[in-house]
T-cell receptor
Framework: DAGVTQSPTHLIKTRGQQVTLRCSPK?????VSWYQQALGQGPQFIFQ???????QRGNFPDRFSGHQFPNYSSELNVNALLLGDSALYLC??????????????FGDGTRLSIL | GQQLNQSPQSMFIQEGEDVSMNCTSS?????WLWYKQDPGEGPVLLIA?????ELTSNGRLTAQFGITRKDSFLNISASIPSDVGIYFC????????????FGKGTLLTVNP
């Protein structure tokens, strides 16, 4: 039973560029959340996708956007990259079927470095 | 916005000792979760708590959902070297079914 998978594992970009990160949820999960984890900090919620729509968003600018596909996989896009966007980007999946408080399971993340 | 205060920031203990860490908030949370993160990996769920006062165990780990719904603690008994890592509390604030708010983590080091 595959868990949450993310690609790529590492990425280096320069300021001003754009990046796309990808996530496949755990089998049986239909909801995908994205988090940004700066060094030495806890993850910060970016947004969550369900039924191909963004249904909650954290305190991140519009440069951060996402998409969810019919197979529940998801992409995180970041435009006009800044040095401060360097972080570990984590994808978490959960199942919306049943109680709304299903725990989220995380992938190993994409380490994004901005030069 | 909601913030979680997690303490201690770090702990250095001897193998076999018990460990306790906690998380507090100024606002009410409906769900408390405890995760462990190893270097180069994502957080792994340890324990999930859904009701005020709930006490749940997972092997040597025990966690409780505070009765005020504003705090939670995690205990690890008889620590072993593989317990090393960063432990995060996370909560789902009242009024938000989806977003998780995380603490800053507790770095645990176990000396064999």
């Amino acid at each position: 039973d595959a868990g949450v998978t993310q690609s790529p594992t590492h990425l280096i970009k320069t300021r001003g560029q754009q990046v796309t990160l990808r996530c496949s949820p755990k089998s049986g999960h239909d909801t995908v959340s994205w988090y940004q984890q700066a060094l030495g900090q806890g993850p910060q919620f970016i947004f969550q996708y369900y039924e191909e729509e963004e249904r909650q968003r954290g305190n991140f600018p519009d440069r951060f956007s996402g998409h969810q596909f019919p197979n529940y996989s998801s992409e995180l896009n970041v435009n006009a990259l800044l040095l401060g966007d360097s972080a570990l980007y984590l994808c978490a999946s959960s199942s919306t079927g049943g109680p709304s408080n299903q725990p989220q399971h995380f992938g190993d993340g994409t380490r994004l470095s901005i030069l | 916005g909601q913030q979680l205060n997690q303490s201690p920031q770090s702990m250095f203990i001897q193998e076999g000792e018990d460990v306790s860490m906690n998380c507090t908030s100024s606002s009410i949370f409906n769900t408390w979760l405890w995760y462990k993160q190893d270097p180069g990996e994502g957080p792994v769920l340890l324990i999930a708590l859904y009701k005020a006062g709930e006490l749940t165990s997972n092997g040597r780990l025990t966690a409780q959902f505070g009765i005020t719904r504003k705090d939670s603690f995690l205990n690890i008994s008889a620590s072993i070297p593989s317990d090393v890592g960063i432990y995060f509390c996370a909560g789902r604030p009242r009024g938000s079914n989806y977003k998780l708010t995380f603490g800053k983590g507790t770095l645990l080091t176990v000396n064999p």
